[in-house]
């Protein structure tokens, strides 16, 4: 059984980088076949796709936030990150890491999720 | 890359079937056979429940069926049961990107 477990700050300052990890267990990032991806939730509101990394590296984010993004993935620990440079209270959500499936593009399994709060 | 369209909110009695309507575009519902469902309860993480449109992964009941007739996605959910109260998010795949609709809150009465 897949287990995604996200980690990193609750608060994170106006203007800083926001930057969370996701450890993934029960499979290797390696093995291919997956995009890992970031989503995340603004309280009370709906689903936002961030964006993806595959095992070897490729990434590919959403327009809308693509110049202040950045994935990056660390086999050997099998986990991945996820960077967000320049946050204001508008970047204030719940984050999620999912894995998706890269032949049928959905997302199977999800992390619990962590709420980061962007506040001075 | 614009959310796809939901209701807001629907409701129905327990017994009874509704159905989710997601409109997209010609980008993104039309372009591909890869719509999917997520269920989320209050305080978790979304719960795949219908992939590829009509496909459903193993464990999820088949009171849960899916569809698609060009930009519009639907999820029907049969025979409501109360556990089925929760949020309902339609997702397509844009071409290296995904879309999400605004959500659904599905009231069982």
């Known amino acids: 059984q897949v287990q995604l477990q996200e980690s990193g700050p609750g608060l994170v300052k106006p203007s800083q980088t926001l930057s969370l990890t996701c450890t993934v267990s029960g499979g290797s990032i390696s093995s291919g076949g997956y995009y890992w991806s970031w989503i995340r939730q603004h309280p009370g509101k709906g689903l936002e796709w961030i964006g993806y990394?595959?095992?070897?590296?490729?990434?590919y984010y959403n327009p809308s936030l693509k110049s202040r993004v950045t994935i990056s993935v660390d086999t050997s620990k099998n986990q991945f990150s996820l960077k967000l440079s320049s946050v204001t209270a508008a970047d204030t959500a719940v984050y999620y890491c999912?894995?998706?499936?890269?032949?049928?593009?959905?997302?199977?399994?999800w992390g619990q999720g962590t709420l980061v709060t962007v506040s001075s | 890359q614009s959310a796809l369209t939901q209701p807001a909110s629907v409701s129905g009695s327990p017994g009874q079937s509704i159905t989710i309507s997601c409109t997209g575009t010609?980008?993104?519902?039309?372009?591909?056979?890869?719509v999917s469902w997520y269920q989320q309860h209050p305080g978790k993480a979304p719960k795949l429940m219908i992939y590829?449109?009509?496909k459903r992964p193993s464990g999820v009941s088949n009171r849960f069926s899916g569809s698609k007739s060009g930009n519009t996605a639907s999820l029907t959910i049969s025979g409501l049961q109360a556990e089925d109260e929760a949020d309902y998010y339609c997702?397509?795949?844009?071409?290296?990107?995904?879309?999400f609709g605004g959500g659904t809150k599905l009231t069982v009465l």
């Open positions: 010609s980008s993104d519902v039309g372009s591909y056979n890869l």
């Open positions: 999912a894995r998706c499936s890269a032949r049928y593009e959905h997302f199977d399994y």
């Open positions: 997702c397509s795949y844009a071409g290296s990107s995904w879309v």
């Open positions: 590829e449109v009509s």
């Open positions: 990394i595959y095992y070897s590296g490729s990434t």
